[in-house]
């Protein structure tokens, strides 16, 4: 009931809204704290996760969703500190990509129902990170606008930011991508009966960070060749970190 007083026009939708807001939040510092409590290595949660993500891959080729390839990777620990020296304001808990999955689709139409299907039954579209994603492959407001249910929503929607916050200046300037960073919740109810004193407060849930990565099939050839090669990307933010450790930075 409380969702549906916050998704329909009334006095009680404010009000609504409000609990939902505290209830998330809530939600999510008590899965925080749980997670540093459980008995149990982030390997394992890593798990978890890739087990959600690969039966969430099935059912988007069941559904008849033209994904053509599909990758999972966690980051090896000379990238994590390259990435991290590369930038100047960094600490170790904004490496967002420590597992991260790439999903690669025939066309711009499969990719965009990969992305509707991966909010509807994979992880709730509240727990992407602000300030974290890209999208250099679709235009939204002319996807909306060429569906008759969807330019109907569209003035609901808040306004689209303008500049992109999380372009890479390691990229070279023709990469493409769709990229986004989730705060994957992830059930561990089997894992709190062996915390003493487990509080009931803290729930069932954690919460780990997740990269996903979205591409079409001829746009992740056009990634691979020429400046857009990964190796180069590489090369670039190494050279960063020489210029940052000796001075040379400009």
């Not at 139409?109 to 992305?115: R, W």
């Amino acid at each position: 009931e409380l969702l549906m007083l916050a998704s329909e026009e009334g006095p009680a939708r404010s009000d609504a809204c409000i609990v939902l807001k505290v209830m998330h939040v809530a939600h999510h510092a008590a899965g925080r704290e749980l997670l540093y409590q459980l008995p149990a290595p982030t390997s394992e949660l890593f798990h978890r996760v890739e087990r959600r993500v690969f039966e969430a891959i099935d059912g988007m080729r069941a559904n008849e969703i033209q994904v053509v390839q599909f990758e999972g990777s966690r980051k090896t620990t000379p990238s994590v500190l390259t990435k991290l020296l590369c930038r100047s304001d960094s600490l170790a808990a904004e490496v967002h990509d420590r597992i991260r999955f790439r999903i690669i689709t025939e066309d711009l139409g499969s990719l965009f129902e990969a992305l509707i299907y991966l909010t509807r039954t994979l992880f709730p579209f509240n727990y992407v990170l602000p300030g974290e994603s890209r999208n250099d492959l679709l235009d939204l407001e002319a996807t909306l606008a060429s569906d008759p249910y969807l330019s109907h929503l569209s003035s609901q929607l808040q306004p689209l930011p303008k500049e992109d916050n999380a372009s890479n200046p390691y990229s070279a300037k023709g990469f493409k991508m769709i990229n986004f960073v989730v705060d994957m919740p992830v059930r561990v109810d089997d894992l709190t009966e062996l915390i003493p004193d487990h509080s009931e407060r803290l729930g069932g849930v954690v919460f780990l960070l997740v990269e996903f990565q979205l591409v079409d099939r001829a746009t992740h050839h056009n990634n691979s060749i020429g400046d857009n090669r990964h190796a180069l990307y590489k090369e670039r933010q190494v050279r960063k970190v020489v210029e940052r450790l000796t001075g040379e930075e400009r």
